[in-house]
């Protein structure tokens, strides 16, 4: 009789206690033993992570977060009737995806550079996404100057915009495909095609992964290369010359072809003109390379900013474009079915009470894969401009400007778990890390350099 009352006792007390937390503190307390196998008592067992001052998930506990949440939900001391067990491992699997970025696996990163005495071409690290450790970067491929790189969607390519003053005998730069070895990390060239002008500084794949788009400065000019199954680049695409010119005549005389993207729909492609102070808008066919004019063709930032880059929300709403010459971000609402862009605001990348001095230029802008945080780099003023995104209007507001602990960040790159920033400083050849809080966006230097020789691009790449 007294067996059966404690049965029922201990029944209505799980009953009680939906919450896997406090379900774990009552078994601690009936068994001690349980103690040492939950670990720390004041993480939270229903989630395979610990939660840090900037309110995201620390990578370090979470495999043994992990561990916990399976302890607890599926304790060998609990009888569970079969209604209850696939409520916990659902319970279970909802806990795994919510901190699925940080259970990814190692990556590999790329780092694009300007050859020359300290550097021979393309640099490779491995990022481990739990710790944020990274090895010592290794030379991959040696090529010359592979300043801007892309990889594949499949990440089993990855290509190179290399800026070389002429080749095959012309005025043009080029463009270079590589194997990639998710094992090691080596690169394998596999062909190389004219990027159809001069001065290639950026390049980008379409979503399908059949067409290799990018921008060249010099020339003015973007170009549409076909990419064959085997990752090789063919011949063909589309070739289109800019033309006309803007306000600052020292920069602007004639048009400079400085990015080129395509939006989350992968329907359009963007391109920002330094020199037209204009972001071109193409209508995208991946299955031939091809890009045609869309109507309205262009939006436009505020006269001599000279936009440099662009980065889309991930859902597609907004975009916004770094100015290398007014050193602003220029936030557009984005209408994907019409492809059309309308400028909502641009405000500085610099801090509140700096003036832009002649020194100072933009770089690289990004938006952080949760959608809620803009990222700029500031060279001359060395810094990373953080803003946080009003979900409904778009719009920025400053968060922080930290240093890059370097010189001239001409580039950095958000891994895709979202919790590391890796800034490439040009003049200074390092390379610094930052952990990003998940919850504010604001940065934290890891503590961690890299030596890599005049550094202006990052690229990830899922480790095997």
């Not at 869309?294 to 929300?313: C, E, K, L, M, Q």
């Amino acid at each position: 009789m007294a067996a059966r009352e404690r049965t029922n006792v201990g029944q209505a007390s799980r009953r009680r206690l939906a919450c896997p937390a406090e379900r774990s503190e009552a078994l601690v307390a009936r068994k001690p033993r349980l103690s040492a196998r939950l670990g720390r008592r004041d993480a939270c067992p229903t989630l395979p992570c610990d939660i840090d001052g900037g309110g995201g998930c620390t990578p370090a506990p979470v495999r043994p977060g992990l561990r916990r949440a399976a302890r607890v939900l599926f304790h060998r001391d609990m009888k569970l009737p079969r209604r209850l067990f696939v409520a916990r491992l659902v319970l279970l699997l909802l806990a795994l995806l919510w901190c699925a970025p940080a259970l990814a696996k190692d990556f590999w990163v790329y780092f694009g550079t300007y050859t020359g005495k300290s550097s021979k071409g393309i640099y490779a690290s491995r990022l481990d996404a739990a710790t944020g450790k990274l090895t010592p970067p290794e030379l991959v491929a040696e090529i010359t100057s592979p300043s801007f790189l892309a990889v594949s969607p499949n990440e089993k390519f990855l290509y190179a915009a290399n800026e070389v003053p002429k080749f095959e005998g012309k005025d043009a730069g080029a463009v270079t495909a590589f194997a990639i070895d998710r094992a090691t990390g080596k690169l394998t060239a596999l062909n190389q095609k004219s990027s159809g002008g001069a001065g290639p500084c950026h390049l980008v794949l379409d979503a399908t992964g059949k067409s290799v788009l990018v921008a060249n400065y010099s020339g003015g000019s973007v170009q549409a290369l076909p990419v064959k199954p085997d990752g090789s680049l063919d011949n063909g695409g589309t070739f289109i010359q800019h033309q006309g010119s803007s306000v600052d005549k020292s920069r602007q005389s004639s048009p400079h072809g400085h990015s080129i993207v395509t939006d989350p729909a992968n329907r359009f492609a963007l391109a920002c003109d330094l020199g037209l102070d204009r972001v071109l808008i193409y209508k995208l066919d991946p299955a031939k390379a091809g890009l045609s004019p869309n109507d309205p063709p262009f939006g436009t930032v505020p006269p001599g900013s000279g936009p440099r880059h662009i980065a889309f929300r991930p859902d597609g709403k907004f975009a916004y474009v770094i100015n290398e010459m007014s050193c602003t971000v220029t936030t557009f609402a984005f209408d994907g079915k019409r492809g059309a862009l309308q400028a909502i605001e641009t405000i500085s990348s610099l801090p509140k009470d700096q003036t832009v001095q002649s020194s100072f230029s933009t770089a690289e802008i990004e938006v952080h894969p949760s959608g809620k945080f803009v990222y700029g780099s500031n060279r001359g003023h060395d810094t990373l401009a953080v803003f946080a995104i009003d979900s409904k209007s778009g719009k920025l507001t400053p968060v922080e400007h930290v240093s890059t602990k370097g010189k001239t960040p001409r580039s950095f790159g958000i891994d895709p778990t979202g919790r590391w920033l890796l800034a490439a400083n040009q003049s200074s050849d390092n390379v610094v890390a930052f952990a990003i809080a998940t919850k504010t966006g604001k940065l934290q230097p890891t503590g961690q350099e890299l030596q890599v020789g005049a550094p202006v691009c990052v690229k990830f790449v899922a480790a095997r």
